[in-house]
């Protein structure tokens, strides 16, 4: 049987991109998005490949969405291989592009908070089930160097403060699955040339997704509970 991998995120940048590979790789990928009537052509591309992709509905941001998401995927495929968490957003700048905490609006972290660290946690709460049974699954939480307490920081704080929140959630999940077959992990892409990354970051979106399906597609006995870039682990 074809192993169900669900990408969220997945209409452009990392989540297309992983979505592809992993369609590639012989999982039937269940692409999460906000709109899927707006990404009628590239979900066409992607099916004239031959690739076995399913576009589903998905806000993050709406604990609703997660639900009905959650309900139509355990309907309709009983069991989910992979998630990652991939859908995020990067929104300090309508702070005026700050470099100040002091100056971080409450709206801004809320937002962010909600769709970075809030969405993952409740979509891996209500799909851990489907993985549980099965005594397999791989979940990659895809979150930063921006993350990392290890180095001091300043600037984008409510995105830093997101991902750093994803980061405890990978590391308290993967504290409950110990002992079992699935796998719980934070990726850095690095910094890629993608909508969020800008033109003039240094990856390009295939290097950023190497580490992401590395974690994905893990064997038995792979790490759980870490924090990686390009396979290899990095300061939390
Ligand atoms: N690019 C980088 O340099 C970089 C570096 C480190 C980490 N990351 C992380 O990598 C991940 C992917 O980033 P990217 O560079 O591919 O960004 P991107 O091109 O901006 O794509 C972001 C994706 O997230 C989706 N999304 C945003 N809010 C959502 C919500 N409420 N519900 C569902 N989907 C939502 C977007 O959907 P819409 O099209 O509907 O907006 C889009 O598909 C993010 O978690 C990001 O933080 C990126």
Redesign the pocket.
């Known amino acids: 049987m074809k192993k169900i991998a669900v990408v969220?995120?997945?209409?452009?940048?990392?989540?297309?991109a992983l979505s592809e590979a992993l369609a590639q790789r012989g999982f039937k990928v269940l692409m999460?998005?906000?709109?899927p009537d707006k990404a009628q052509k590239t979900l066409n591309g992607l099916t004239m490949k031959g690739l076995d992709v399913v576009p589903m509905k998905?806000?993050?941001?709406q604990e609703k969405s997660i639900t009905d998401f959650v309900e139509v995927v355990k309907r309709e495929y009983g069991f989910v291989d992979v998630l990652i968490n991939?859908?995020?957003?990067?929104i300090d700048s309508e702070d005026g592009g700050n470099s100040s905490l002091f100056k971080t609006k409450a709206s801004t972290l809320q937002k962010t908070f909600v769709?970075?660290t809030l969405?993952p946690f409740l979509l891996t709460q209500k799909i851990f089930p489907l993985m549980k049974q099965e005594g397999y699954g791989r979940i990659v939480n895809?979150?930063?160097?921006?993350a990392q307490l290890s180095e001091k920081q300043t600037a984008s704080a409510s995105?830093r403060i997101s991902?750093t929140g994803l980061n405890m959630v990978t590391n308290l999940f993967a504290s409950e699955v110990d002992g079992e077959d699935i796998c719980v992990n934070s990726v850095?892409?690095?910094?890629?040339?993608?909508?969020?990354?800008g033109p003039h970051?240094d990856?390009s979106v295939e290097q950023?997704i190497k580490g992401l399906l590395w974690a994905a597609t893990l064997p038995k006995g792979g790490p759980n509970g870490g924090f990686f870039q390009d396979g290899e682990a990095i300061n939390w």
């Open positions: 969220t995120g997945a209409n452009r940048g990392l989540g297309l999460a998005m906000r709109n998905l806000d993050l941001s991939n859908a995020g957003i990067l769709t970075n969405g895809v979150s930063s160097g921006m995105y991902k850095s892409p690095g910094w890629v040339r993608t909508d969020m990354g970051a990856r950023g």
